[in-house]
C-alpha cells in the first residue's frame, strides 16, 4: 500500500541551519523539496528568499573542497591496496593534513613519475631482448674482429631473404655473411656481417630497399654486438629491480597514510554534502525554513527529537495538502510481509501515482493463482517448491534472489493446489499407474470448459479493475470518468448474459431486454467516455479474452507432458524411458517457471492495472548520511 | 467426410499459425528495439516487457478462433 505522507514546513533561527540539517540527516525520514510552490504563500514570496552561506562558511566549503581535490589527486597516484580502516577523529587532523597533503602528493607524484619512466624503459628493453636473443646463437659463431661490423635487421617476409642476399653480394663482392633466426615474437631477424669499408654501403642500400635497420639507444654506446646483448640483460633486471623498489615504497605509504586520508575524505564528504544541502533551505531576516515530504507516522518522531535538541527555537508545522500538491508527493511502498516480495514486480513499473492505488497487493494475490492456474501439475509444484526452499536456504539477506525463491515458493503451492484439482502429478501419471480421475476436469480433454473458465477468471479481474477504476475515479470526484467506468462493468455484464442466453445457460427470453438495455446505456457511455468510449469497451473485451492465454499455455504444458510420459512408455526400457521422460519433463518445467510468470505479469501490467492505476509518482528520496 | 475433416483441421491450423507468425513477426521488431534501450535505460523494462507482450493477443485470438472451429463447426 501507498504511505500516507505529510507535507511538512520546519521553521527556526537561522544560526541552527546546519544542525537542524544534521539531525534530519541522521534522522533520515525527511525529503526536501527544493521548490517553494505550495508551501508558501504569494504574499509572503518577497520575503522568502534562498538561503545565503555566512562569509565564513563558504571559505570553509572552499577550503574543504580543495583539500577533497587534493586527496583525491593523492589517491590516483598511489595503488589500490587493501587498507585498514582509521578510527581517527577527522576534524582534529584537518589542519595537519591541509600541511602534508602538498607535500606527500609531490613524494608520490614524483615515485609515480619514475615508475612510469622505468615500465617505458622495460617494455623498450623487452623489445631489443625480443632481437638479441634471436641473434645471440649467430653472435656467439661469429668472429669477433676490429675490421667487422655487424648490422642487425627485421625481416618481414621470408622471400625477402634471396633478395637480400643478391643485393649484398652485390655491394660487398662476395664478401659478407647473412644468418637469419625466428624470433620470439615470430619475426624473422637476420646479422650481415661485413667489412667496415662496405658498412655504410649496405645500410644505404637496406634503407632504399625498405628493410628496417635495428636502431638502438644512445645509451647502448658504441658497444659490439655480444656487449649489447649482456647489457640488456643487465639493464633489464636492474629496472626491473628500481620498479619493485618504488611499488615497495608506494605500498608503505599507502598503508600508512591512505586509511587517514581515507577518513578525512570521508568526512569532508558529509560535511560538503551538509552544506550542499543548506541550498535547498530558504531565509527571511531571521529564520530559516526548510520544506518537505515525510512519512506522517515519522512526524511525532521527528517533533520529539527537534524539542529534545533546539526547545522551542525549532518548529515543525504540518501544512495542509492541495490538490496541486498531489503530483509532488514523493512514493513510499510498505506492504505486509506476505505481499514484500512482490515488489520484486512492481519495481518493474513506473511508481504509481499518490491518489492511486499499490500494484503489489494485486499482484500478491492474482499473480500465484495465474501461475498454478497455467502451470497446475503437483509434480513440477514439488521440483520447484524444492527449488525455492533451496535458493531462501542459500540467501538468507534481504535481495531479489530471496524475493523470487519466496515468490517461487507461494506460486508453487498454488500449482500444487491446481494440480491435485488437474489430477496431474508430472502429466498424466496419476491415471496411467493408478487410474486416478482428476477431482474438477482433465485439462488435455476438457479445452472449451478450460476455456470458458479462463474467460471467466479474465471477467472477474477486468471488472475488479474498473470497479476500482470507477471508485478511485469516484474519491477524486472525477464523476465522468466514475460513470463511465461503472457503465462499462454494466455493459460487460449484459454482454455476458446475452452470450450466455445464446448458448442456453439463460433463458433466451432474456436477451432482448438486455440488447435494448444496452441500447438504451449507449449514449450514456459516449457522454460519459468522450466518441472513443466504444472503442475502450471494445477494448476491455479484448482484454477479457486475452485471459485465454491462461488455458492456451497451460494446454500446453500438460501435452508436453503427456508427450513426455507417452515417450517413456515407447522406448520399452525402464532406464531409457525415464531418462527420456525426465529430459522432457526438465524442458517443461524450465517453460513452466519462465512462461506462466511472463503471462501472468503481462494480464497484470497490461490488462489489469490499465483499468486502474495512475502511474508518475516519484520515489521517496530521504536526507540520509552518506 | 474425411476430407472435411482435412479441411477443418486445415482452417483451424490456419486460423494459429498465420497469427502466430504475425505475433513472432511483431515481436522480433518490438525485441530488438527493446533490446536495446534496455541497454540505455534499464529501468524501462517494465515497459519493454508490456511492448513485448502486446502482440501476443493475435495469437490468443488465432487460438480461441481455432478451438472454435475445431470445436464448433460440425
Known sequence: ?626 | MNYEKVLIAFCAALAIGIPALATAWAQSRIGAAGAGTLAEKPELTGTIVILVAIPETMVILGFVVATMILFTVK
Request: with cysteine; net charge neutral; glycine share 6%.
Open chain 1, 1 to 626: 500500500m501507498i504511505v500516507r505522507m505529510s507535507k511538512i514546513e520546519i521553521v527556526g533561527e537561522k544560526p541552527l541551519l546546519q544542525g537542524v540539517l544534521a539531525l534530519l540527516r541522521e534522522l533520515g525520514i525527511f525529503q526536501i523539496e527544493p521548490a517553494t510552490v505550495g508551501f508558501i504563500e504569494k504574499e509572503w514570496e518577497k520575503d522568502v528568499r534562498s538561503f545565503m552561506l555566512d562569509e565564513k562558511t563558504v571559505f570553509e566549503r572552499l577550503f574543504l573542497e580543495e583539500l577533497r581535490q587534493k586527496i583525491e589527486l593523492l589517491f590516483a597516484e598511489l595503488p589500490a591496496l587493501a587498507v585498514r580502516k582509521s578510527y581517527i577523529e577527522p576534524v582534529s587532523i584537518l589542519d595537519t593534513v591541509s600541511k602534508t597533503i602538498d607535500r606527500h602528493r609531490e613524494s608520490a607524484t614524483d615515485l609515480s613519475k619514475r615508475r612510469e619512466v622505468l615500465v617505458k624503459e622495460r617494455a623498450e628493453l623487452g623489445r631489443y631482448s625480443i632481437f638479441l636473443n634471436a641473434l645471440a646463437s649467430l653472435v656467439q659463431t661469429t668472429a669477433e674482429t676490429p675490421d667487422l661490423d655487424f648490422i642487425g635487421l627485421t625481416i618481414r617476409e621470408p622471400d625477402m631473404v634471396g633478395h637480400l642476399r643478391e643485393a649484398l653480394s652485390r655491394i660487398t663482392n662476395w664478401k659478407y655473411e647473412l644468418q637469419t633466426e625466428p624470433a620470439e615474437d615470430g619475426t624473422l631477424v637476420g646479422l650481415i656481417t661485413v667489412e667496415k669499408t662496405a658498412s655504410d654501403k649496405v645500410k644505404k642500400s637496406l634503407s632504399d630497399e625498405h628493410v628496417p635497420e635495428l636502431t638502438f639507444p644512445e645509451s647502448f654506446g658504441k658497444l659490439t654486438f655480444p656487449e649489447k646483448v649482456t647489457f640488456v640483460k643487465k639493464r633489464a633486471d636492474q629496472v626491473l629491480r628500481e620498479i619493485q623498489a618504488i611499488d615497495a615504497e608506494l605500498a608503505r605509504f599507502t598503508r600508512r597514510w591512505v586509511p587517514i586520508y581515507q577518513r578525512v575524505k570521508e568526512w569532508i564528504d558529509d560535511r560538503l554534502s551538509l552544506l550542499n544541502t543548506t541550498a535547498y533551505a530558504f531565509e527571511t531576516r531571521m529564520c530559516f525554513f526548510i520544506h518537505g515530504w515525510m512519512q506522517s507516522e515519522d512526524l511525532p518522531r521527528l517533533k520529539q527529537r527537534l524539542r529534545d535538541d533546539f526547545g522551542a527555537r525549532v518548529m515543525v508545522e504540518e501544512k495542509e495538502m492541495h490538490e496541486e500538491d498531489l503530483e509532488q508527493v514523493p512514493i513510499v511502498l510498505k506492504n505486509p510481509p506476505y505481499f514484500k516480495p512482490f515488489e520484486l514486480f512492481t519495481g518493474l513499473l513506473p511508481l504509481p501515482a499518490y491518489t492511486s492505488y499499490d500494484p503489489t497487493p494485486f499482484i500478491g494475490i492474482f499473480f500465484p493463482i495465474f501461475f498454478g492456474m497455467i502451470l497446475g501439475d503437483a509434480g513440477y509444484a514439488l521440483v520447484l517448491g524444492t527449488l525455492a526452499f533451496v535458493l531462501l536456504k542459500k540467501n538468507r539477506h534481504q535481495g531479489p534472489v530471496r524475493d523470487g525463491a519466496k515468490i517461487l515458493m507461494i506460486a508453487s503451492a498454488y500449482s500444487a493446489f491446481f494440480g491435485i484439482l488437474f489430477g496431474e502429478f508430472f502429466g498424466d501419471l496419476p491415471e496411467r499407474l493408478f487410474h486416478m480421475e482428476p477431482l474438477c476436469m482433465e485439462r488435455r480433454t476438457a479445452i472449451v470448459p478450460m476455456l470458458a473458465f479462463s474467460v471467466a477468471v479474465g471477467v472477474a479481474h477486468i471488472i475488479l479493475g474498473l470497479i476500482l477504476g470507477a471508485m478511485n475515479a469516484f474519491k477524486h470526484k472525477i464523476m465522468k470518468e466514475a460513470a463511465y467506468k461503472a457503465l462499462s462493468v454494466v455493459i460487460i455484464v449484459f454482454l455476458i448474459v446475452i452470450i450466455a442466453s445464446l448458448f442456453g445457460y439463460f433463458p433466451l427470453v432474456l436477451a432482448r431486454p438486455v440488447v435494448l438495455s444496452i441500447l438504451f446505456l449507449t449514449p450514456f457511455l459516449f457522454f460519459t467516455g468522450g466518441l472513443l468510449a466504444p472503442l475502450e469497451l471494445l477494448k476491455s473485451i479484448g482484454n477479457i479474452i486475452s485471459y485465454v492465454r491462461i488455458a492456451a499455455i497451460g494446454l500446453t504444458s500438460v501435452l508436453l507432458a503427456f508427450v513426455a510420459n507417452n515417450l517413456a512408455g515407447v522406448t520399452g526400457d525402464v532406464v531409457t524411458g525415464v531418462a527420456v521422460a525426465g529430459l522432457i519433463h526438465l524442458l517443461n518445467i524450465i517453460l513452466g517457471v519462465f512462461s506462466p510468470t511472463i503471462h501472468s505479469l503481462r494480464l497484470h501490467y497490461v490488462e489489469f492495472f490499465s483499468k486502474f492505476i495512475e502511474h508518475g509518482g516519484k520515489k521517496f528520496a530521504p536526507l540520509k548520511k552518506t
